[in-house]
């Protein structure tokens, strides 16, 4: 099956700037996250969708990040206006429910990534 | 929140040793714990995981132990080789589907 789609896979931008990040999960799987790696560091959980709608973003700087994902779909992830800090990598992951084991709930299947720098 | 907490940071050892990495967990709830293997400037990628009603899985060289009552659970793996030098994290997702994250162990596979 096709993986997790993540665009574009670097960026480069200036303090104060904006960027927006795109996520195509792989088919079927409802649940997407977006994760934060900056270098050195486990990713970190910035927000997590179920279809469309908003389950965790307790860990989302709102104040400068959003994310949508419209249409239960894509998602994008956008910084306005970015800082030094947020330099790093932005993960998409998604998983998906079946039926086996405790919860129904697969693995964090990872895109490739956003690889942000910020100047 | 869930607090993952991963040890060591960094670990060498020599090639066909074993190497074990050790992480804790705080929210009791939580029930399954994967382990991720992460190349240079590549995607986290599943190398074995655990549920909660199980005390320990093996595939092939790797192998993973949950102890619940401690909230520890831990990953072997025998016979390295330099292809298993990278990244490992692990994780452990709690009843809201979220994962949390280690802070990952750099392993270096000697030759």
């Known amino acids: 099956e096709a993986g997790v789609a993540q665009s574009p896979r670097y960026k480069i931008i200036e303090k104060r700037q904006s960027v927006a990040f795109w996520c195509n999960p792989i088919?079927?799987?409802?649940?997407l996250y977006w994760y934060q790696q900056i270098l050195g560091q486990g990713p970190k959980l910035l927000i997590q969708?179920?279809?469309?709608?908003?389950?965790?973003d307790s860990q989302l700087p709102k104040d400068r990040f959003s994310a949508e994902r419209l249409k239960g779909v894509d998602s994008t992830l956008k910084i306005q206006p970015a800082k030094l800090e947020d330099s790093a990598v932005y993960l998409c992951?998604?998983?998906?429910?079946?039926?086996?084991?405790?919860?129904?709930?697969?693995?964090?299947?990872f895109g490739q990534g956003t690889r942000l720098t910020v100047v | 929140g869930e607090n993952v907490e991963q040890h060591p940071s960094t670990l060498s050892v020599q090639e066909g040793d074993s190497a074990v990495i050790k992480c804790t967990y705080s929210?009791?709830?939580?029930?399954?714990f994967p382990w991720y293997k992460q190349e240079l400037g590549k995607r986290p990628q599943l190398i074995i995981d655990?549920?909660?009603?199980?005390g320990e899985k093996k595939d092939q060289r790797i192998a993973v132990t949950l102890n619940k009552t401690a909230k520890h659970f831990s990953l072997h793996i025998t016979e390295t080789q330099p292809e298993d030098s990278a990244v490992y994290f692990c994780?452990?997702?709690?009843?809201?589907?979220?994962?949390?994250f280690g802070t990952g162990t750099s392993l270096t596979v000697i030759p």
């Open positions: 992951a998604s998983s998906y429910q079946n039926t086996a084991g405790i919860g129904g709930w697969t693995e964090a299947f």
């Open positions: 088919s079927g799987h409802a649940t």
């Open positions: 969708f179920q279809n469309n709608g908003v389950v965790d």
């Open positions: 929210d009791s709830a939580s029930n399954y």
């Open positions: 655990i549920r909660s009603n199980v």
């Open positions: 994780a452990a997702r709690n009843t809201g589907n979220q994962f949390y």
